[in-house]
């Protein structure tokens, strides 16, 4: 199969631009011919016109032309101011055109040929007429004495001798032409090899197709993306962006505006507006927990110092965290279970040896101690309607506490529930008992943890205590990232973020109370939709 010759769009500019060149370097010339020769002819004109007024305000002329023989006195007269002028004729003649001198002998005696009507009113005037002598730029003027027209006279040059007057100014014509050419065809080579950087050897139908390509490709990724320019402005940004960052939809020509402008959130913003490369940090928009990478894009190397553009994605780690958040605490329960196994297991083996002993008494006396206080914390979480789900995570919990040798106090009001979802009471019940066994682990005995709901006015009160250290002056614990696990090797920091989001998605709020034991209080409006 033939292959067709597809020519890129630098080429094809670079042909436009040559053709153009070439276009306008002809009309040039043109041009500058025409008017050389336009020029000669108005100095031919000037010319004939000096001469024949010089001619026309000479006595002898007046005096020769009223003598009897006019044309003895006055053709030797002619033919020297012929040479001497430089004009290829001059014809004297009586106020009706009858001429008195001529080049050629043979017409003297004839009719002039060429206006004299301006003359025979005193006028003069300038004209290009075939004449004997063929077409030629010449001047008629009158010849007057004391007012009285007397003749008339004319001198002039022939088109011939104009178009040769012409002649030796066009080779630096044609030079100037070619050097108008020559200096477009390097613009021409200049701009190809820039568009050949830019946009490589891609024809324009390539191009077309790559946009819509890169522009399809931008709006479906699940990513956000966010384009910067070098001073560092939002140039362009997809529709998972604009959804991640409270942004409406994206026009097709986006001017470019600060993130400030777009009111993005002042985290996010703050890394657009600084352009610095991170990678896999965790910030919060719109109440989502963000997985944000920034890198600067590429450059043509002409930028000024320090300014670049850059390429920001975002993913979303709420939900993430969420099912994180729910499968920590499945795991959470999973080791309870194990640990009660364990356990039972123990005591178990301790009831059988009782038995061997032959100590019945103090069998008896450690299965009641056992059964108070497992039914006690069954009956704090079961018998006060709680949902089954905070049941079965609360007892889950209870044994993950006795197994780290922490006591957890229960207190659940009767009637009250969480006005959550199940897995939203996973995820916030879940994640602050975490966080109060985590800071009661190094603090000394009694390590005491206690979860208390209970009805408030309009809402619905969650509390969690802790005899932990408490949380250092200053720090914002709900910031992405903030933790204080000693152990925690950049997997924690989000938790509590989760959490935030979920209450305020409900209408509700967090916050820690001043003070000793460590206390959250989470506050849920009754009307709020689980």
């Not at 043109?30 to 006595?59: F, G, M, N």
């Not at 490709?217 to 320019?229: A, F, I, N, Q």
């Not at 960052?245 to 913003?269: F, H, M, Q």
Request: charged content about 20%; overall charge negative; hydrophobic content about 45%.
């Amino acid at each position: 199969m033939r292959h067709t010759r597809t020519w890129s769009v630098a080429g094809r500019v670079f042909g436009v631009q040559v053709l153009a060149v070439l276009v306008i370097g002809a009309v040039l010339l043109v041009i500058l011919v025409l008017d050389a020769q336009r020029s000669v002819s108005d100095d031919a004109a000037a010319k004939s016109l000096a001469v024949s007024q010089t001619i026309a305000s000479d006595p002898a002329v007046t005096s020769a032309i009223e003598a009897s023989d006019p044309t003895a006195a006055l053709q030797p007269y002619a033919l020297a101011v012929m040479k001497s002028a430089h004009v290829d004729f001059v014809t004297i003649m009586d106020p009706n055109g009858i001429r008195f001198t001529h080049p050629d002998p043979a017409q003297i005696g004839q009719h002039f040929l060429g206006t004299i009507s301006a003359a025979q009113q005193g006028r003069s005037i300038t004209e290009t007429y075939t004449g004997t002598l063929g077409p030629s730029v010449r001047a008629v003027v009158p010849i007057t004495d004391h007012g009285r027209l007397v003749g008339m006279v004319s001198a002039g040059v022939t088109t011939a001798k104009v178009s040769t007057a012409v002649l030796p100014r066009v080779p630096f014509l044609v030079g100037l032409s070619i050097l108008v050419v020559l200096l477009g065809a390097a613009a021409a080579a200049f701009t190809r090899r820039s568009l050949w950087r830019m946009t490589g050897r891609l024809a324009p139908q390539q191009m077309s197709r790559m946009v819509q390509f890169y522009e399809s490709v931008l709006h479906s990724v699940r990513e956000g993306v966010v384009l910067t320019d070098p001073q560092h402005r939002v140039v362009l940004y997809n529709d998972e962006a604009a959804d991640l960052l409270g942004l409406p939809p994206a026009p097709e020509s986006l001017p470019p505006r600060t993130a400030g402008e777009l009111d993005i959130d002042p985290d996010v913003a703050a890394l657009l507006d600084s352009g610095r490369r991170v990678i896999e940090e965790t910030h919060v928009a719109e109440g989502r927990v963000l997985l944000v990478n920034q890198e600067p894009a590429l450059t043509t190397g002409r930028e000024p110092a320090g300014a670049h553009s850059a390429v920001m994605t975002l993913r979303d780690q709420s939900r993430l965290q969420a099912i994180l958040g729910e499968l920590e605490s499945i795991r959470t329960m999973s080791e309870a279970l194990q640990s009660q196994s364990h356990e039972h297991l123990n005591t178990l083996h301790t009831i059988a040896s009782l038995i061997e002993m032959g100590r019945a008494e103090e069998v008896s006396a450690l299965i009641d101690d056992i059964s108070r206080t497992s039914q006690g914390l069954a009956d704090a979480v079961n018998g006060r309607d709680a949902s089954p789900v905070l049941a079965a995570l609360l007892l889950g919990k209870a044994a993950t506490a006795t197994e780290r040798g922490v006591i957890l106090d229960v207190d659940l009001a009767d009637g009250v529930v969480l006005p959550l979802s199940p897995n939203e009471t996973v995820s916030v019940v879940g994640n602050l008992v975490d966080n109060a066994l985590d800071a009661v682990r190094r603090s000394p005995a009694p390590r005491r943890v206690g979860v208390r709901i209970r009805g408030e006015a309009a809402d619905v009160v969650l509390d969690i205590t802790d005899t932990g250290p408490g949380i250092p002056e200053g720090t914002d614990v709900f910031a992405p990232g903030v933790t204080s696990k000693a152990d925690d090797g950049g997997a924690h920091g989000l938790g509590l973020g989760v959490v935030r989001r979920i209450v305020e998605e409900h209408g509700g709020t967090i916050a820690f109370a001043p003070g000793t034991p460590t206390t959250v209080i989470v506050r849920l409006p009754l009307g709020a939709t689980p």
